[in-house]
Protein backbone atom coordinates (compact mmCIF):
# COMPACT_ATOMS: atom_id res chain seq x y z
CA UNK A 1 0.00 0.00 0.00
CA UNK A 2 2.98 2.38 0.85
CA UNK A 3 4.22 2.12 -2.61
CA UNK A 4 0.63 2.95 -4.36
CA UNK A 5 0.37 5.77 -1.52
CA UNK A 6 3.84 7.19 -3.13
CA UNK A 7 2.90 6.82 -6.44
CA UNK A 8 -0.33 8.46 -6.10
CA UNK A 9 1.49 11.74 -4.02
CA UNK A 10 4.07 11.49 -7.07
CA UNK A 11 1.46 11.84 -9.73
CA UNK A 12 -0.32 14.27 -7.84
CA UNK A 13 3.30 16.61 -7.61
CA UNK A 14 3.89 16.26 -11.38
CA UNK A 15 0.36 17.25 -12.10
CA UNK A 16 1.25 20.26 -9.75
CA UNK A 17 3.95 20.83 -11.39
CA UNK A 18 2.77 20.67 -15.01
CA UNK A 19 0.31 23.13 -13.96
CA UNK A 20 2.68 25.03 -12.50
CA UNK A 21 4.91 25.57 -15.21
CA UNK A 22 2.71 25.31 -18.08
CA UNK A 23 1.33 28.68 -15.97
CA UNK A 24 4.42 30.07 -16.68
CA UNK A 25 5.00 29.34 -19.74
CA UNK A 26 8.03 26.77 -19.16
CA UNK A 27 6.28 23.44 -19.38
CA UNK A 28 9.16 20.85 -19.42
CA UNK A 29 7.86 17.43 -20.15
CA UNK A 30 9.20 14.37 -18.18
CA UNK A 31 8.57 10.99 -20.70
CA UNK A 32 6.66 8.35 -18.84
CA UNK A 33 8.75 4.95 -17.78
CA UNK A 34 5.44 2.57 -19.02
CA UNK A 35 3.01 3.81 -21.37
CA UNK A 36 0.16 1.15 -21.75
CA UNK A 37 -1.67 1.82 -25.40
CA UNK A 38 -5.25 1.12 -24.80
CA UNK A 39 -7.27 1.00 -27.58
CA UNK A 40 -8.50 1.20 -30.70
CA UNK A 41 -12.05 1.95 -29.65
CA UNK A 42 -14.57 2.18 -32.53
CA UNK A 43 -18.32 3.54 -31.35
CA UNK A 44 -21.73 5.13 -33.19
CA UNK A 45 -22.66 8.00 -31.71
CA UNK A 46 -25.12 10.70 -32.45
CA UNK A 47 -23.58 13.53 -33.52
CA UNK A 48 -25.66 15.81 -31.12
CA UNK A 49 -23.51 14.06 -27.95
CA UNK A 50 -20.12 15.43 -29.64
CA UNK A 51 -22.10 18.60 -30.35
CA UNK A 52 -22.81 18.94 -26.74
CA UNK A 53 -19.23 18.00 -25.79
CA UNK A 54 -18.42 21.01 -27.75
CA UNK A 55 -20.47 23.17 -26.98
CA UNK A 56 -20.28 22.56 -23.35
CA UNK A 57 -16.34 23.78 -23.83
CA UNK A 58 -15.08 20.46 -21.78
CA UNK A 59 -12.02 20.79 -24.51
CA UNK A 60 -9.39 22.71 -22.96
CA UNK A 61 -8.67 23.92 -26.89
CA UNK A 62 -11.94 26.00 -26.97
CA UNK A 63 -11.44 27.87 -23.66
CA UNK A 64 -9.53 31.01 -24.84
CA UNK A 65 -12.04 30.71 -27.82
CA UNK A 66 -14.52 34.23 -27.71
CA UNK A 67 -17.66 33.74 -26.79
CA UNK A 68 -19.04 35.39 -29.83
CA UNK A 69 -16.89 32.77 -32.08
CA UNK A 70 -17.94 29.53 -30.18
CA UNK A 71 -21.63 30.46 -30.81
CA UNK A 72 -21.35 31.47 -34.12
CA UNK A 73 -19.46 27.87 -35.18
CA UNK A 74 -21.89 25.72 -32.91
CA UNK A 75 -24.86 26.62 -34.93
CA UNK A 76 -22.73 26.13 -38.23
CA UNK A 77 -21.97 23.02 -36.97
CA UNK A 78 -25.20 22.16 -35.60
CA UNK A 79 -26.89 22.99 -38.28
CA UNK A 80 -24.44 20.62 -40.76
CA UNK A 81 -24.31 17.94 -37.65
CA UNK A 82 -27.39 17.82 -35.90
CA UNK A 83 -29.69 14.44 -36.09
CA UNK A 84 -27.06 12.53 -37.50
CA UNK A 85 -24.82 9.62 -36.51
CA UNK A 86 -21.11 9.55 -36.24
CA UNK A 87 -18.45 7.07 -36.16
CA UNK A 88 -15.54 7.77 -34.36
CA UNK A 89 -12.62 5.94 -33.11
CA UNK A 90 -9.71 6.40 -30.44
CA UNK A 91 -7.12 5.50 -28.85
CA UNK A 92 -5.65 6.13 -25.44
CA UNK A 93 -2.42 5.62 -23.09
CA UNK A 94 -1.96 4.94 -19.47
CA UNK A 95 1.30 6.42 -18.42
CA UNK A 96 3.01 5.30 -15.48
CA UNK A 97 6.24 7.39 -14.15
CA UNK A 98 8.76 6.15 -11.25
CA UNK A 99 8.09 7.73 -7.74
CA UNK A 100 11.94 8.78 -7.67
CA UNK A 101 11.93 10.49 -10.85
CA UNK A 102 8.71 12.67 -10.11
CA UNK A 103 10.40 14.03 -6.89
CA UNK A 104 13.82 14.84 -8.80
CA UNK A 105 11.65 16.53 -11.41
CA UNK A 106 9.92 18.33 -8.84
CA UNK A 107 13.36 19.10 -7.08
CA UNK A 108 14.95 20.97 -10.75
CA UNK A 109 11.22 23.10 -10.52
CA UNK A 110 12.45 24.62 -7.41
CA UNK A 111 15.40 25.13 -8.25
CA UNK A 112 14.82 26.85 -11.40
Known amino acids: ?6 LVIGLMVLVAVVIQT ?5 LRIVTPDVV ?13 VLLDE ?3 RIY ?6 PEALHQQVMAALR ?7 LSRSYSMAITFWRVERIAAFARSRQMS
Do not use: K, N
Open 1 to 6: MRGRTA
Open 22 to 26: TLFGR
Open 36 to 48: MPVGPFHEEIPAD
Open 54 to 56: LDG
Open 60 to 65: SSQWEV
Open 79 to 85: DAWAGRE
